[in-house]
């Protein structure tokens, strides 16, 4: 390629050396200089770097890594730990119980106990949360790198090899093909019809030709022709690239945060926001009011502030972010076993969540198994000639193959006998227009050893007589007038009725425009003959409809095939075709009446990428949990706008970018499975957040009406913390906890609504049985045990009493709260129809058998209890006996209001 002259401003640029020349008009700089200096600047060749090379590069310019794909160091994450409420509220605790118990105290009084008790607890609950979420952040790492993106490069010595993205180096080789994601930021040294998707970092959907020729001038980077971006997409044709820049110092490394911060919000991502706000609003009101009553009733304002903290603490489910996280981890493991591959936890819940799956209906509904059937002229006769056209647009379009051209190459190579190698032999590649989603169509320009040229193109029919003049019927050319149309269309719509995609052949002899072919040039062509396709149904896709739809998920097919064609895949399999909208049509509709077609719409056939995305934000405005299964590069926006975007490996590597879930084969069957699994994980979650917020309700209403009559706090800040700590590690093995079938078949999302409406009802039932325990334990226990009433007694003897009264509570407390557990757990007959896993009820009995040791020996002390006597343990367990009654009541009336339970 001859060098360019250089104007003064380039030749001051090209003066410098490349630590020399600004960042920012680094790419600038490299984008005027001819394909040798590129070669030459870069220190690299035609062939590739050598292994010596590679690591070279990789010391001076670092790996193609984004910052914030480092993780956090394990020292650092465990002292983050200690950031949560409930672990500041018992290091204040113990601060304070250190320097009253050890600093301050006479002589021979000292106690370290309760401080180191209390230590012990803090220490326990960061050791849990950060060996569980470390565990589900090594499962979800682990998962999300079996699926990984690779990129083709040429390495001196080796040639061309598959590498990693992480592992592309500045001055490597890259081969582009369409599909690909650009690896780094690239220089363009050869293009055969190159264009590429710079949505990622400009917005505009257009895609951008790439071309090798140098600029004529210093140009802003993302405005030159012979420079691709990291992270950008190939829409088609092929390229090679010189890497200049990688991971930090790339065009997208620059603005990393600001994508970061931009990503799109799911069904998950609201429904944790509306939960916490509201528990923020509960605390908001109830925490000053316990305050204030206690600086009022009991006159110690310290003791009152720290226990209307741990009111605040007991109002939250403080090991909800390790409960969730481990449910999470589980479920990634469950599907990572049934061949499902989540990049991202929280996508677990999101699948779940799907109350409409929208998906392809090539491999996805159909086998993948793409035959061609017929190749027809226009009269619908068997023609070779027909054949021979398809057979060279296939073998010579450079973009990426797809089934379609397989199955013309293999019917050609194989079926017919065509002697396809002397068709290649006489034939060579003059230029092309590659395939996109708009045009629907691919042409190329060959020749032959004559010098006559002649442009071929195939697409879908209605695209192909768009820019056809002619018609060429019994080896004779004529005008392509309606009534050859309607006959054209007539006998297209026929194939596709009998389940056939049907594409249209046109061809023009000595075409103009060649060397810059447009879609300007694809006009006055001339059909000769239809190629009708057949992709069958697959035969446990019916079924897999069905399992989805008895699970509450509407199947959607939005498509890029003809219509009919999906209809009738979709009808062979059961799929009710309650309406069918093409582009055309959805370009047409407002946003207003897009929404409401959606919902009584089962087909969308011909779709650009951009309309599926529409079609898929529609049905999110609407209400619903969308999920979008492909793998195509015209899947991708779409995938990245649903709540879950799922993809296989065999994809193209922007959709499975795009992707939360990757599936190891294109099944639905599978998808269905992960469905079950995503709602498994979030039942379990779920029963977390509802029974432990309405148990923790119910304890702050007690601690309320206590606060008011009672002479001494019902219980201390410690002891509350330990009944809150206690029962939550009773809870840990909530992840592993049984499922009714029954709460798998609705599609389940976070509802904070729901939630508030179980802690009114629910809460509120342990509050009565503890107020009758405050009662019998204020009126009749304590003071048969302790000599007399509250009054009549002295300093020493009324702590003994304060230290029988809150071990009476604390025991009836834990006993009531574990058999919540049970009892709220299912809406069928607890421990008979639906029975907990043996790991919770193993922990349950641990925590009970735990806080019964704190309240009858002298351990209690260590916490200020006293030990309670048998009688009142009796009177507990009646009372455990008819909460659990009364709950079993109340909740049949619940269920009978609201539809379910959980």
């Excluded at 996109?436 to 190329?444: F, G, K, L, N």
């Excluded at 909208?581 to 509709?589: H, S, T």
Aim: proline share 3%.
């Amino acid at each position: 390629m001859p060098k360019k002259t250089q104007s003064k401003a380039q030749n001051k640029a090209l003066r410098s050396n490349p630590t020399g020349v600004m960042e920012q008009t680094w790419l600038a700089y490299i984008a005027v200089l001819d394909v040798d200096a590129v070669y030459s600047e870069l220190k690299t060749r035609r062939t590739g770097l050598t292994e010596e090379e590679v690591e070279a590069s990789r010391e001076a310019h670092g790996a193609n890594r984004m910052a914030e794909t480092k993780r956090t160091p394990a020292l650092l994450r465990f002292l983050q730990t200690f950031s949560d409420p409930f672990v500041l509220i018992l290091l204040a605790l113990g601060a304070v119980s250190f320097a009253t118990d050890v600093v301050f105290a006479a002589p021979g009084e000292k106690d370290p106990a309760t401080p180191l008790l209390i230590a012990a607890m803090a220490l326990v609950s960061v050791v849990l949360r950060f060996v569980q979420e470390t565990r589900g952040a090594d499962a979800a790492a682990a998962l999300a790198e079996s699926i990984e993106t690779t990129c083709c490069v040429e390495r001196a010595g080796v040639g061309r090899i598959e590498i990693p993205l992480d592992e592309v180096v500045v001055g490597d080789i890259v081969h582009l093909a369409a599909g690909d994601i650009v690896p780094a930021d690239l220089r363009i040294v050869a293009a055969r019809d190159l264009f590429v998707g710079q949505s990622a970092l400009t917005g505009e959907s257009e895609a951008v030709e790439k071309r090798p020729a140098p600029t004529d001038g210093l140009v802003q980077p993302l405005e030159s022709d012979n420079l691709a971006f990291l992270g950008t997409t190939v829409i088609s044709g092929t390229g090679i690239g010189v890497a200049v820049r990688v991971g930090e110092e790339t065009e997208l490394g620059s603005i990393a945060a600001q994508l970061e911060s931009s990503g799109k919000e799911t069904a998950y991502d609201r429904g944790i926001r509306d939960v916490s706000m509201l528990l923020v609003r509960l605390m908001v009101i109830v925490v000053p009011i316990v305050f204030l009553i206690n600086v009022v009733t009991k006159g110690n304002w310290l003791d009152a502030l720290l226990f209307s903290l741990s009111v605040a603490v007991g109002l939250t489910p403080e090991m909800l972010p390790m409960i969730v996280t481990t449910c999470l981890a589980k479920g990634a493991v469950d599907l990572s076993k049934g061949r499902v591959i989540v990049k991202r936890l929280d996508a677990i819940q999101n699948l779940g969540s799907i109350d409409v799956l929208c998906c392809d209906k090539t491999g996805t509904l159909t086998e993948d198994r793409v035959v061609l059937e017929r190749h027809l002229d226009v009269n619908g006769h068997e023609d070779a000639r027909v054949l021979r056209h398809a057979f060279l647009n296939s073998h010579f379009e450079t973009g990426m193959l797809n089934l379609i051209d397989t199955a013309i190459i293999r019917c050609a190579h194989e079926e017919t006998g065509l002697d396809d190698n002397a068709l290649v032999a006489d034939n060579y590649l003059v230029d092309e227009l590659p395939f996109d989603y708009e045009r629907r169509r691919v042409s190329v320009v060959v020749g032959d050893a004559q010098g006559h040229t002649r442009m071929i193109t195939k697409g879908a029919l209605e695209e192909i007589l768009s820019i056809c003049a002619n018609v060429e019927l019994d080896g004779k050319i004529f005008e392509l007038d309606d009534e050859l149309e309607k006959m054209v269309l007539d006998r297209g719509h026929d194939l596709a009725d009998d389940g056939m995609r049907v594409l249209g052949v046109a061809r023009k002899d000595d075409p103009a425009g060649v060397g810059s072919l447009t879609a300007d040039d694809e006009k006055d062509m001339t059909l000769i003959g239809y190629l009708a396709f057949l992709d069958p149904p697959k035969v446990d896709a019916g079924e897999a409809i069905a399992a989805l739809a008895a699970h509450g998920v509407v199947t959607k097919v939005l498509t890029g095939d003809s219509g009919r064609v999906a209809a009738h895949v979709c009808e062979e399999l059961g799929l009710d075709v309650s309406g069918a909208l093409d582009g055309a049509q959805v370009e047409q509709l407002s946003s207003k009446a897009l929404r409401e077609a959606v919902e009584h719409t089962t087909v969308f056939a011909k779709l650009s990428p951009e309309q599926k995305a529409r079609v898929v934000n529609a049905l999110q405005v609407n209400g619903h949990v969308v999920g979008f299964m492909g793998d195509g590069v015209n899947d991708a926006a779409a995938m990245r706008v649903a709540d879950c975007g799922v993809s296989v490996d065999t994809g193209a590597d922007v959709a499975k970018e795009a992707a939360d879930i990757i599936l190891l084969e294109k099944d639905l069957m599978v998808l269905e499975r992960g469905v079950e699994t995503g709602r498994r994980t979030f039942a379990n979650m779920n029963k977390y957040v509802k029974m432990t917020a309405s148990s923790n309700f119910g304890n702050v209403f007690s601690v309320l009406v206590a606060s008011a009559f009672l002479p001494f706090l019902p219980m201390t800040a410690v002891q509350l913390l330990f009944l809150n700590f206690v029962y939550d590690l009773t809870c840990i093995a909530m992840p592993w906890d049984n499922v009714d079938a029954d709460a798998l078949r609705e599609p389940r999302n976070w509802d904070p609504g729901s939630i508030s409406s179980f802690m009114r009802w629910m809460g509120p039932i342990s509050s009565v049985f503890d107020i009758v325990t405050f009662a019998l334990l204020f009126l009749v226990i304590c003071p048969m045990a302790c000599g007399g009433p509250w009054a009549s007694l002295d300093s020493a003897t009324q702590l003994q009493f304060a230290g029988m009264f809150q071990a009476g509570w604390l025991l009836e407390s834990m006993l009531t709260q574990v058999l919540a557990v049970h009892l709220l757990r299912t809406e069928h007959t607890p421990f008979i129809e639906s029975c907990a896993s043996w790991q919770i009820c193993a922990l349950g009995a641990a925590g009970i058998a735990v806080a019964a040791f704190m309240c009858l020996t002298a351990a209690g002390h260590v916490i200020d209890l006293s030990v309670l006597p048998l009688v009142a343990v009796g009177a507990v367990l009646l009372i455990a006996a008819s909460y659990a009654l009364s709950v079993m009541i109340v909740r049949k009336v619940y269920i009978k209001r609201y539809g379910s339970l959980l």
